[in-house]
């Protein structure tokens, strides 16, 4: 248990990344906001932080399988524009809500199939899925408008038994994630598969009897389908089907991985590492605003800390 | 394509194919658009973005990216617009620009070459600090007024070439001849080729690689300059697509991470195949959506053409 907690702040030997800082930061960042600011420990102010930052949890959550296998996924903010906009169609919630998933899935197993059947690389193609998608969306919704079904709302929107039901999203996201990755042979293989391409051996796992461009396409598809998810959350707090609000979202996703300490290359990296960056994010923006931080400046700061954090994981490799 | 023949052709990056598919369609479709001061107008407004591609495709054939482009565009563009330096003179400008853009380069070499950390989130996170700096620095408002003499060089007309377009040229070639004839030019080839292999040749790969973020930063200052002409006045979202922009262009242009059989020229066609996509769908009349979805497709496309000859890199 020590041992694997000090792994968190070591970059060597730990295929988990440095998560200890990411999980520092946090706690200093509620130490500071609850004695420092008389909002912050409010109950209101930490429903508006959960339900803030449950959309950037789950894309990030799905960024990760990707950048796990050393790829990465650049069409997350279309899809979850592209979600939003499908969720605010005339029809019922009944049709409207699966074909969300099912076209997430179709979009993550082109971006899939394109980068390990085609030989693209993952930035190439999901660059280029971007912009078509969010074509898409702009003939779907040219402007914000329409209305989400009602069951979408009022699963993001109220509560149980005092407990806003964002966090129950969170829980199922990191539930489920915990699951494919820690408890299934698909991420035990996503480990494996990233180990190799980190070492510059992009089959080396397929040494080992894994289907390396099989599992590369399911990474794409679980990605999708975790933008989708946080799409239709995102659908439920705007109540309506919004072209933009996915923009550059795919960039906040990396971030909060970053910050987690997974790594680029691949290989390394930890759901609770990408949980914590998710959550700093939302600390330092929410914490920035009760401080009267400015706004603008709260860019600022996130991308210093990112340089920051992402200074102190040196690897081998040179480049993306 | 087991032919030579084909083979050969297989090589020719995809910008060419789609500058002369967009051109044809738009001889046949409006023969009388295909005039030089009707096109020299449209080729004009890629050039900011024809300029950063020379730098992208630098750093892309040491397997490096640049996204900090937009980020030092905007700044350039805000500290020009905003009167910070009221007495400045136009070389001064100049200067300062160079000065930031090569901080700027020099900061994401040094991260990615010697600390060794991803290009993708290091240059990302310069770009956001920078943008973050310009919004903080302007509150959000729109600066000034482009100073006039800086219009007045950007409409300078030759003929019917544009002055900004032969700027464009010129650069391109100058590049050409760095990357074909001298020993950097080489080295570069070498480090995309296989860091490894350049490395135990004697190249020295880090300091090419830092080099290279260099030149990227500064080529993102001059392009940052030419962008500021091209408008009348200054604006805190100037820019912020063309790294991206870049990316896509390059990748048209047969440059590929590590890969450069695209040469300099490649990516050029790729930034004219961009403004003549312009051209052909305000021609047919389709709109936003229809460019995005057009632009993403054909990117797509040249890549899985010039891809599948290679494995994944």
Not at chain 1, 103 to 118: D, F, P, Q, S, Y
Not at chain 1, 144 to 166: E, H, N, R, W
Not at chain 1, 167 to 181: D, E, P
Request: with cysteine; glycine share 12%.
């Amino acid at each position: 248990m020590i041992r694997w907690f000090t792994s968190g702040f070591s970059a060597r030997r730990s295929r988990h990344g440095l998560w200890g800082v990411p999980l520092v930061i946090a706690v200093a960042l509620v130490a500071i906001l609850s004695l420092g600011t008389d909002q912050f420990a409010t109950r209101e102010n930490l429903f508006n932080l959960v339900a803030q930052a449950m959309p950037l949890l789950i894309a990030a959550i799905g960024q990760l399988f990707v950048i796990l296998v050393g790829g990465l996924d650049l069409s997350v903010g279309s899809i979850i524009s592209f979600s939003t906009a499908i969720l605010s169609l005339d029809g019922p919630a009944v049709v409207l809500i699966p074909a969300v998933f099912v076209l997430a899935a179709a979009v993550g197993l082109i971006n899939g199939l394109v980068i390990t059947r085609m030989g693209v690389h993952p930035i190439i193609a999901t660059l280029a899925m971007q912009y078509v998608l969010l074509g898409i969306t702009r003939i779907l919704r040219p402007v914000s408008g329409g209305t989400v079904p009602d069951l979408v709302i009022a699963a993001v929107q109220g509560s149980v038994l005092g407990v806003p039901l964002p966090l129950f999203w969170g829980i199922i996201a990191v539930g489920l994630a915990a699951k494919i990755l820690y408890g299934s042979r698909f991420g035990l293989h996503l480990f494996a598969i990233g180990g190799g391409v980190a070492a510059g051996m992009d089959d080396a796992a397929s040494t080992y009897g894994i289907r390396v461009g099989r599992n590369i396409v399911l990474a794409y598809v679980a990605s999708a389908l975790f933008a989708a998810l946080a799409g239709v959350f995102l659908a439920g707090r705007i109540v309506s089907g919004d072209p933009n609000v996915g923009l550059l979202f795919e960039l906040d996703a990396i971030t909060a991985a970053a910050i987690g300490g997974t790594q680029l290359s691949g290989g390394v990296g930890s759901l609770h590492g990408t949980v914590l960056g998710a959550i700093v994010l939302a600390l330092l923006a929410n914490g920035m605003n009760l401080a009267n931080v400015s706004p603008f400046i709260q860019t600022a700061i996130k991308g210093g800390l990112l340089l920051a954090i992402v200074g102190l994981q040196s690897r081998k490799k040179m480049g993306l | 394509m087991a032919h030579p023949v084909l083979r050969r052709l297989a090589a020719v990056p995809p910008a060419y194919w789609v500058f002369a598919l967009l051109l044809l369609t738009l001889w046949i479709a409006r023969p009388n658009m295909l005039n030089p001061n009707v096109l020299g107008i449209f080729v004009r407004q890629v050039v900011p973005l024809g300029i950063l591609v020379l730098g992208q495709l630098l750093v892309m054939r040491v397997r490096s990216i640049d996204l900090s482009g937009g980020g030092v565009i905007l700044l350039i563009n805000y500290i020009i617009t905003s009167r910070t330096f009221p007495e400045a003179s136009g070389l001064t400008f100049v200067a300062l620009a160079l000065a930031i853009g090569g901080a700027v380069g020099l900061l994401n070499g040094y991260m990615v070459a010697r600390r060794r950390v991803s290009a993708v989130i290091v240059t990302l996170a310069v770009s956001i600090i920078l943008v973050g700096l310009v919004q903080f620095l302007s509150s959000g408002t729109p600066p000034g007024d482009v100073p006039k003499y800086m219009n007045e060089i950007f409409d300078i007309k030759y003929g019917p070439l544009p002055l900004p377009v032969l700027f464009w040229l010129g650069c391109t070639g100058l590049v050409w001849l760095v990357m074909q004839h001298s020993v950097y030019g080489r080295y570069v080839e070498a480090v995309g080729e296989s860091a490894e292999a350049a490395a135990f040749s004697g190249v020295p790969v880090e300091r090419t690689v830092v080099l290279a973020h260099v030149l990227a930063g500064l080529i993102a200052a001059v392009a940052a300059l030419v962008q500021t002409g091209s408008i009348a006045v200054g604006s805190v979202r100037v820019g912020l697509d063309l790294p991206i922009l870049a990316v896509a262009a390059t990748i048209l242009g047969g440059v590929v991470f590590g890969r450069g059989e695209g040469g300099v020229w490649g990516p050029f066609f790729g930034v004219l195949s961009f403004a003549l996509l312009f051209v052909v769908m305000t021609v047919f009349g389709i709109d936003e959506a229809g460019k995005l979805i057009a632009q993403g497709l054909i990117i797509l496309m040249a890549a899985i053409l010039y891809g599948t000859r290679a494995k994944r890199g």
